[in-house]
């Protein structure tokens, strides 16, 4: 059975950082992009970053970059999302997504994680 775990999330001041893991169970997804979606209350999930098998290829929606980073550690299975300058609009619940062969605003693979909410005081 595949599961994506996610970890990290918490409240954070504006201004602040954290650090979202999600560690990947039951296969290696050796081949295959991950990457984060945000979903925020009465919102529609929305793409937040992706990387490749790689890690050579990033790409990230335009709210986020320059702020955020993604990466991945293939030996550990794990995806990583480093968030700083926090803004209050960042506020969401983060899933980790992976399964395609490309992720971004339009596409996502087949596999979701349960999410963990960021909050983001002003």
């Known amino acids: 059975q595949v599961q994506l775990v996610e970890s990290g999330g918490g409240l954070v001041q504006a201004g602040g950082s954290l650090t979202l893991s999600c560690a990947a169970a039951g296969r290696t997804f050796t081949g295959s992009a991950m990457g984060w979606f945000r979903q925020a209350p009465g919102k529609e999930r929305e793409f937040v970053a992706a990387?490749?098998?790689?890690?050579?290829?990033?790409s990230y929606a335009d709210s986020v970059k320059g702020r955020f980073t993604i990466s991945r550690d293939n030996a550990k299975r794990t995806l990583y999302l480093q968030m700083n300058s926090l803004k209050p609009e960042d506020m969401a619940v983060y899933f980790c997504?992976?399964?395609?062969?490309?992720?971004?605003?339009?596409?996502?693979?087949?596999?979701w994680g349960k999410g963990t909410l960021v909050t983001v005081s002003s």
């Open positions: 990387i490749s098998w790689t890690g050579g290829t990033t």
């Open positions: 997504n992976a399964g395609g062969a490309n992720i971004g605003p339009t596409t996502s693979g087949n596999y």
